[in-house]
């Protein structure tokens, strides 16, 4: 008997070491598929305990989003395979795909986070109902849950003895190799089931525009796991940066001083087990130091909140967050959380930040720890409200890296330690010469390195002298942090 599979394509937009699509790939037809779920767009409620409102998805990432699932039709087509296309709820139009084409079993890849899961809990049931069997494969991470030395359940909250404990006791699987893709079902057409356009910005959300192109952003991002490749190799191989990974990854201006791989990492262009790969071959042909190892570090970060995800659930979301905090009063307070979104709060290290986010989909991880940490710690504004705007923006959004991070640093995730920045030290630490203040606020241009981070320093003289007015070409500062 001939076998039919589907399979969905979710944040996993690659063939290389795709576990699921080499699963898949083992039936005699093929039947990839991706939707575009309109849950994901428009504005909607927070949810649960003191909601808001927020814009799900802005326009970086759903143009990286469009690109890359339109890389992934030309390469699955290159292979005699046809990417189709639904704009759609997943459980609906999946339901529908496998009865049109006589689908066997359906095969996705599984994500921690509670919306993720809702999703595929609705698919599977679907499915289910209608006879269809169905496979989830954990696929995302660089160690495998499986090969945790303990369950997920039981893993340490704490990043250092997670990251010895795995880096004792646990390895990285290898890679899996690009199957031979089975051809689609015969007659697709006849059946009523055609490849499905992949929907514009606008159609996605009536609020969505092309992003303007940006000269002063650290990288195009463009999407795609081709792009992914070449991010990967000018990073490496040609710029051969990763030997100094360690030394310039706090840095604030320029492609090269981190790897700029997260949004590709995130929408699943890229394997981390493929990065790791080449690290490792970098270690064997170029050089093996702290810098290499490094950048596995990071990596693991983002694995531990990946697994601390599949552990706490729904909790992340909470105001008091996993450590169910009640001794904090989060507030809400519109002109506030406005003047953070606007990048006018008058401190110019978070608003530069907040400017290159708006402009361009990317924040500096330096940059997101002191942002974060301006709202939540030294305004004590509902810290969901801000990482709910980093949502929105963020080109390289995950929902465990970003939750994950924002409650650490809001003193409610992972780490019980005071995790409060001090913004200004920060600034002048990171931004010594003022140089990434100047480029994303250029009303502060001709101030000097030593006023560029606290302006409100300078007297009406000076203010004069260097053509900037406080209150009117630039705000006054919200809050006084230097007092
Ligand atoms: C408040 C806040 C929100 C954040 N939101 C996100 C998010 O939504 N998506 C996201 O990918 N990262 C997020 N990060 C983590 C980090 O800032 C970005 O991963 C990093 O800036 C991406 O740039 P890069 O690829 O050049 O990183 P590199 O420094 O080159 O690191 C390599 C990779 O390691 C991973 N990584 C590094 N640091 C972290 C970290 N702290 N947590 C998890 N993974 C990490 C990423 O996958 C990254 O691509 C957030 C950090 C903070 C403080």
């Known amino acids: 008997m001939t076998e039919t599979a589907l399979v969905w394509f979710r944040r996993d937009l690659r063939v290389r070491d795709n576990p699921v699509l080499a699963a898949a790939a083992d039936a005699d037809h093929l039947l990839p598929v991706y939707c575009f779920d309109p849950r994901e767009y428009g504005t909607r409620a927070f949810g649960g305990a003191h909601s808001f409102r927020f814009e799900k998805t802005g326009s970086h990432r759903a143009r990286f989003r469009r690109e890359s699932v339109e890389a992934l039709r030309e390469s699955l087509s290159g292979r005699g395979s046809t990417l189709l296309v639904r704009h759609d709820r997943p459980e609906t139009a999946l339901a529908d795909l496998a009865a049109a084409a006589d689908v066997d079993r359906v095969w996705f890849q599984t994500l921690p986070a509670p919306e993720e899961v809702a999703v595929e809990n609705r698919v599977t049931t679907a499915l289910r109902d209608d006879g269809v069997a169905v496979h989830r494969r954990w696929t995302h991470t660089l160690y495998h849950p499986a090969d945790l030395p303990t369950p997920y359940t039981a893993i340490d909250d704490t990043y250092t003895p997670f990251r010895e404990a795995v880096e004792a006791k646990s390895t990285v699987r290898d890679p899996v190799a690009v199957p031979d893709l089975p051809p689609p079902p015969a007659e697709l057409d006849s059946r009523g089931v055609a490849p499905g356009a992949i929907p514009s910005l606008r159609e996605l959300d009536d609020d969505l525009t092309a992003p303007a192109p940006e000269d002063r952003a650290v990288h195009d991002f463009p999407g795609g796991e081709d792009a992914a490749l070449d991010r990967l190799n000018a990073y490496v ?245 230097d007092s």
């Open 237 to 481: 191989w040609a710029g051969d940066h990763l030997r100094e990974y360690r030394e310039t990854r706090n840095g604030m201006v320029g492609a090269d001083y981190s790897s700029k791989l997260s949004p590709w990492l995130n929408e699943g262009c890229l394997s981390p087990r493929s990065v790791e790969r080449e690290v490792r071959r970098y270690e064997d042909e170029r050089v093996a130091n702290d810098s290499t190892y490094w950048l596995l570090f990071e990596l693991l970060w983002r694995d531990f909140f990946q697994f601390q995800f599949r552990k706490h659930g729904a909790a992340f979301f909470r105001p008091g967050g996993i450590r169910d905090r009640t001794d904090v009063d989060w507030r809400t307070d519109d002109e506030r959380l406005r003047r953070v979104r606007a990048g006018e709060t008058g401190i110019p290290f978070v608003d530069a930040n907040v400017r290159e986010l708006l402009a361009t989909g990317y924040m500096p991880n330096r940059g997101r720890q002191n942002v974060a940490s301006f709202v939540a710690n030294d305004l004590r504004l509902d810290w969901r409200v801000g990482a709910a705007f980093f949502e929105t923006h963020l080109v390289d959004y995950d929902p465990c890296s970003n939750y994950g991070n924002w409650a650490y640093v809001a003193g409610v995730g992972n780490d019980s330690r005071d995790r409060a920045f001090d913004v200004l030290e920060q600034a002048r630490t990171y931004d010594p010469d003022a140089r990434y203040v100047e480029r994303w606020i250029p009303e502060l241009a001709a101030v000097p390195p030593a006023y560029a981070h606290e302006p409100w320093r300078m007297d009406a003289a000076e203010q004069d002298s260097f053509g900037v007015e406080l209150g009117v070409d630039y705000p006054e500062p919200m809050v006084r942090l």
